[in-house]
């Protein structure tokens, strides 16, 4: 595992799912991480436990990051109480599928604001710190649907299609002082967002995906901490997949 030693990460969204194994992935290679979560301040406390369990150094922060005052406050606060901020995952997410026709203006507003606009928050607050560091990460998680689109998902995938944008954006225009962006697109995981959909399609998502298992929060996790790396230090503007070969 690559070593985070002396790193300071925050995961947006990690009281749960794929940020609740990110966050313990990081921290268990070394970094202290910030456990963001939104409502559920119990699973944050377990995950904060857990990692400190492991011998890790974690601190659970709620903020809403789809608010722009929230995610600037929340990224100020830990430089005001860690010192910096190497590593900003940015992962927080929801769904309200639906078929356009009955897809309400709300569920569009709330999906893009939690998956997208999320994003460009903290980024942008997190920027101006990496740019003062000379030296940063930001690792965006999108998905397979931001790739190739998803019929009933029209936007969860203009969302993660959105991130996709910013990150190749963001690549171009902060990567000369030194930051790193790249995007993670996972397939079908089991977490409290997909649990349903994985256990009626169980055997289709086996079927479409070329190394015939579902994926796990781990398999995702694994790829940010490489990402979130030295041993990354020349990769930006990526968006790398990791769906057992779903999406080729
Ligand atoms: P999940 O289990 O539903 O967890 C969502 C997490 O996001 C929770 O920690 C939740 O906090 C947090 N959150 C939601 N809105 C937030 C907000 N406004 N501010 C701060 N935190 C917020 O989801 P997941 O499946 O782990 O998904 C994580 C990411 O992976 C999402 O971006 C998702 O789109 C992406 N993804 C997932 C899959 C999959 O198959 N699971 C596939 C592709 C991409 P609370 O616990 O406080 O509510």
């Known amino acids: 595992m690559p070593s985070l030693n002396g790193k300071i990460a925050l995961v947006t969204g990690a009281s749960r799912g794929i940020g609740a194994a990110i966050a313990t992935d990081l921290a268990a290679a070394g970094a202290t991480v910030i456990v963001n979560y939104l409502a559920n301040a119990e699973a944050a406390g377990q995950v904060v436990s857990q990692i400190e369990a492991l011998g890790g150094s974690a601190v659970a922060m709620q903020a809403d990051v789809s608010d722009f005052d929230e995610a600037s406050n929340l990224i100020k606060t830990v430089k005001k109480d860690l010192g910096q901020l190497d590593v900003l995952v940015n992962n927080a997410g929801t769904t309200r599928d639906n078929v356009i026709m009955l897809m309400k203006e709300a569920d569009w507003d709330l999906v893009i604001d939690t998956n997208l606009k999320s994003a460009w928050n903290c980024s942008r607050a997190a920027a101006r710190i990496m740019m003062r560091q000379r030296k940063g990460r930001i690792i965006n998680i999108t998905s397979v649907a931001?790739?190739?689109?998803?019929?009933?998902?029209?936007?969860?995938?203009?969302?993660?299609?959105?991130?996709?944008?910013?990150?190749?954006?963001?690549?171009?225009?902060?990567?000369?002082?030194?930051?790193?962006?790249?995007?993670?697109?996972p397939g079908f995981v089991p977490t409290d967002l997909t649990n349903d959909i994985i256990e009626d399609m169980k055997d289709t998502i086996i079927e479409l995906t070329s190394l015939r298992r579902i994926g796990s929060a781990q398999d995702v996790a694994n790829v940010v901490t490489f990402l979130a790396s030295d041993a990354a230090s020349f990769v930006t503007g990526q968006v790398i997949a990791v769906d057992g070969g779903m999406v080729l």
Do not use: C, F, H, M
């Open 146 to 185: 931001g790739i190739s689109g998803n019929a009933g998902q029209s936007n969860y995938s203009a969302s993660k299609a959105g991130l996709i944008g910013l990150t190749k954006s963001l690549a171009k225009e902060i990567g000369p002082r030194g930051i790193t962006i790249n995007a993670v697109a």
